[in-house]
């Protein structure tokens, strides 16, 4: 069987929201994705994504205990968090990343690597939203049910810095 030839190229624009606790950030980011065909049935993608990231602390919304005493209120002490509040709460910083992946009818498997090297000069040079390295694998298979309707159960494995391995399973209908 002959290896398809054609190249398909996507580029897009994305925006990412996400509030978690006292901490919140605003994500403005280009994408591309290049599919390359490697025989009739398996093809290859590669894709990076560049953007700005805009993080912002909530002060209002943290709780932080007395260094001295839990049960009192927070007066102050703790030298971070103290500089955090009076002069960190927003970071503004360049934000990227990079995957991989193999696909064919039925089966998938993809790797990609979040905030990989960046240096977080695009407005400060001191920040404590630290954005770690965050690494994902994830593999899926697609099972044919009916006519039209395909299951596609899928591993999805999630790395950063000192954290444990994070496991999440899914299943999507179509």
């Known amino acids: 069987?002959?290896?398809?030839?054609?190249?398909?190229?996507?580029?897009?624009?994305q925006v990412v929201s996400d509030k978690y606790?006292?901490?919140?950030?605003l994500e403005l980011?280009?994408?591309?994705?290049?599919?390359?065909?490697?025989n009739a049935t398996w093809r290859a993608?590669?894709?990076?994504?560049?953007?700005?990231?805009n993080n912002t602390f909530l002060?209002?919304?943290?709780?932080?205990?007395?260094?001295?005493?839990?049960?009192?209120?927070?007066?102050?002490?703790?030298?971070?968090?103290?500089?955090?509040?009076?002069?960190h709460q927003r970071s503004m910083s360049l934000s990227s990343a990079v995957g991989i992946g193999v696909e064919n009818k039925k089966w998938y498997v993809s790797a990609a690597v979040m905030h990989a090297g960046l240096p977080n000069?695009?407005?400060?040079?001191?920040?404590?939203?630290?954005?770690?390295?965050?690494?994902?694998a994830s593999w899926g298979y697609r099972f044919p049910v009916a006519s039209g309707l395909e299951i596609q159960p899928s591993l999805l494995v999630k790395k950063m810095g000192?954290?444990?391995?994070?496991?999440?399973?899914?299943?999507v209908a179509t």
């Open 59 to 87: 002060p209002t919304q943290g709780v932080v205990l007395n260094v001295l005493d839990p049960q009192i209120p927070y007066a102050g002490g703790d030298a971070t968090y103290d500089d955090f509040i009076n002069n």
């Open 121 to 136: 000069t695009a407005t400060n040079t001191i920040s404590y939203f630290d954005p770690r390295m965050h690494w994902t």
């Open 21 to 25: 606790g006292a901490f919140r950030f």
């Open 162 to 171: 000192a954290a444990p391995y994070s496991f999440e399973f899914s299943t």
């Open 29 to 38: 980011n280009g994408n591309y994705a290049l599919q390359i065909p490697i």
């Open 45 to 53: 993608s590669v894709g990076a994504r560049l953007g700005l990231r």
């Open 1 to 13: 069987t002959p290896v398809p030839t054609s190249f398909n190229t996507f580029i897009e624009g």
